[in-house]
């Protein structure tokens, strides 16, 4: 019979892995790799020092691509099926900008990845998000729509920019345009949006009238 205390350890590491990870994601989305010290993080996280994070991560790399790939495997997971009509294409919307809500560092965690220039980031930074894009490729081509494979690329280029942008850049337009962009009438907004702006980029028809004003 296990002991209780490592009975408690083993249900106490995942929770504290978790803590860790999201801590990490705030960080590094907000001030990018080298912005980061070791030290924050395991006091943000309410570590007692900082040797009890490198318990879990062997260095911050470690930690920094276990945050991306924690986020990366979220996103993969949600598309699962092909999207080749509205309805699954709608499903699909729905799901990511609901995540991309309860995840809203993410974007931003990925496009500070984007512009660091440390070769060994930017190695398992590409290893990482590949496959996504691939994913992503897979999605648009499946849609359907009136572009050639050529173009696919610079569609999904379109698509990101389309639904990441709006929450990696929330707090430059939240100060533009005076607004709450995390806010559920935003969102909506913007969820309606993107929903309209792919089914006419798909070659698609419009969503149906807009809900009416309360």
Not at 1 to 7: C, F, G, Q, V
Not at 177 to 192: F, G, I, M, T
Request: glycine share 8%; net charge neutral.
């Amino acid at each position: 019979m296990r002991a209780p205390a490592a009975a408690t350890r083993s249900r106490e590491t995942p929770a504290t892995r978790d803590l860790i990870l999201d801590a990490a994601e705030r960080r590094f989305a907000e001030r990018g790799f080298a912005g980061v010290s070791m030290r924050e993080i395991a006091a943000e996280t309410g570590l007692r020092n900082q040797a009890s994070l490198y318990h879990h991560f062997r260095d911050k790399q470690a930690l920094y691509e276990a945050v991306l790939t924690r986020g990366v495997d979220a996103l993969q997971a949600l598309f699962t099926e092909p999207a080749g009509d509205p309805a699954a294409l709608d499903a699909h919307l729905d799901r990511l900008v609901d995540y991309l809500v309860e995840h809203p560092h993410l974007p931003r965690l990925i496009q500070r990845a984007g512009l660091d220039d440390s070769r060994h980031l930017r190695t398992a930074v590409r290893q990482l998000l590949r496959p996504l894009y691939a994913q992503g490729l897979a999605l648009l081509g499946d849609a359907g729509g009136p572009w050639e494979p050529a173009d696919l690329p610079y569609l999904a280029a379109g698509f990101y920019h389309l639904i990441f942008g709006y929450f990696a850049d929330a707090a430059l337009f939240a100060a533009v345009l005076d607004e709450d962009l995390h806010s559920p009438a935003a969102v909506a907004r913007q969820r309606r949006f993107v929903k309209t702006a792919a089914a006419q980029l798909l070659g698609g028809r419009g969503l149906g009238p807009r809900p009416r004003r309360a």
